[in-house]
T-cell receptor, first 111, second 112 residues
Framework: GDSVTQMEGPVTLSEEAFLTINCTYTATGYPSLFWYVQYPGEGLQLLLKATKADDKGSNKGFEATYRKETTSFHLEKGSVQVSDSAVYFCALSGGNEKLTFGTGTRLTIIP | DGGITQSPKYLFRKEGQNVTLSCEQNLNHDAMYWYRQDPGQGLRLIYYSQIVNDFQKGDIAEGYSVSREKKESFPLTVTSAQKNPTAFYLC???????????FGQGTRLTVV
């Protein structure tokens, strides 16, 4: 079945550092890929998405490129801020009518 | 404002009791979902519904029940058969099944 594997956390970075959170997937066909963010005590918010190979999703300085050849959708940001501290989830929607999530990566940014 | 409303935010239940979590959306979405979140395990799908009066089991449906009598509402009942119900429960909706989902703020259930 479909699955998502993402980088184990927690990840701690200094402000203005470069961020990469790795995400790889297993799915049949051509899934859509998503990154969601969850702030403490809240639900998930869609951060960005890509629906086909080589698409780049971007939002709030975050980017991720849909790489079919490596089945990856790594999240990147050039300069993180304290306000980026949250839990990040990679997810996919395939042909089985449901969203499949990774286990989440907790990110902490230190001033 | 359009969105998804979950209530209550915090819920305490005694062992052996059933409890119902509310989820309402005014986004005119056809599909609705319930997820359970435990530390270090990501989100696990409990039930989902594509249309009124129809729903399907997800990966961890045992001990839970749902109904979909109205498009806007998808309540989740945690029954006494659920062995470890303490968790954070998230409701979501989307335009069609498995496209991007919009989430509520969650309900934290604690069994005391």
């Amino acid at each position: 079945g479909d699955s998502v594997t993402q980088m184990e956390g927690p990840v701690t970075l200094s402000e203005e550092a470069f961020l990469t959170i790795n995400c790889t997937y297993t799915a049949t066909g051509y899934p859509s890929l998503f990154w969601y963010v969850q702030y403490p005590g809240e639900g998930l918010q869609l951060l960005l998405k890509a629906t086909k190979a080589d698409d780049k999703g971007s939002n709030k300085g975050f980017e991720a490129t849909y790489r079919k050849e490596t089945t990856s959708f790594h999240l990147e940001k050039g300069s993180v801020q304290v306000s980026d501290s949250a839990v990040y989830f990679c997810a996919l929607s395939g042909g089985n009518e449901k969203l499949t999530f990774g286990t989440g990566t907790r990110l902490t940014i230190i001033p | 404002d359009g969105g998804i409303t979950q209530s209550p935010k915090y819920l305490f239940r005694k062992e052996g009791q059933n409890v119902t979590l509310s989820c309402e959306q005014n986004l005119n979405h056809d599909a609705m979902y319930w997820y359970r979140q435990d530390p270090g395990q990501g989100l696990r799908l409990i039930y989902y519904s594509q249309i009124v009066n129809d729903f399907q089991k997800g990966d961890i449906a045992e001990g839970y029940s749902v109904s979909r009598e109205k498009k806007e509402s998808f309540p989740l009942t945690v029954t006494s058969a659920q062995k470890n119900p303490t968790a954070f429960y998230l409701c979501a909706s989307s335009t069609i099944v498995a496209t991007e989902a919009f989430f509520g703020q969650g309900t934290r259930l604690t069994v005391v």
